[in-house]
Structures are given as structure tokens and as C-alpha cells.
């Protein structure tokens, strides 16, 4: 839902799209570590 991200006062916006990749513990771990690994 939309509604985690904007204020509840406000009218959600109707042009973007959330796309949820659900994925096990280790793979999002790797991810992490990956990307630590890139940005040092």
C-alpha cells in the first residue's frame, strides 16, 4: 500500500508504481553485503 509512504492528509500520487521482490533472509544478506562492498 501506498499509504506507508505519504502523509495520511495527503492524496497519494496516481502516476507511481511499487514493485515488491520477495526474497529469503540470505539472498537480501548478499545483496547487502554487495552493495557495501561497491560503495566503499
Known amino acids: ?3 506507508a ?3 495520511p ?3 497519494p ?3 507511481l508504481v511499487r514493485f515488491c521482490f520477495c ?4 539472498v537480501l544478506h548478499e545483496a ?3 552493495l ?3 560503495f566503499r
Open 32 to 34: 547487502a553485503k554487495r
Open 13 to 15: 500520487p496516481h502516476t
Open 9 to 11: 492528509d495527503s492524496t
Open 23 to 26: 526474497k529469503e533472509p540470505e
Open 36 to 38: 557495501e562492498q561497491y
Open 1 to 3: 500500500p501506498n499509504s
Open 5 to 7: 509512504f505519504y502523509h
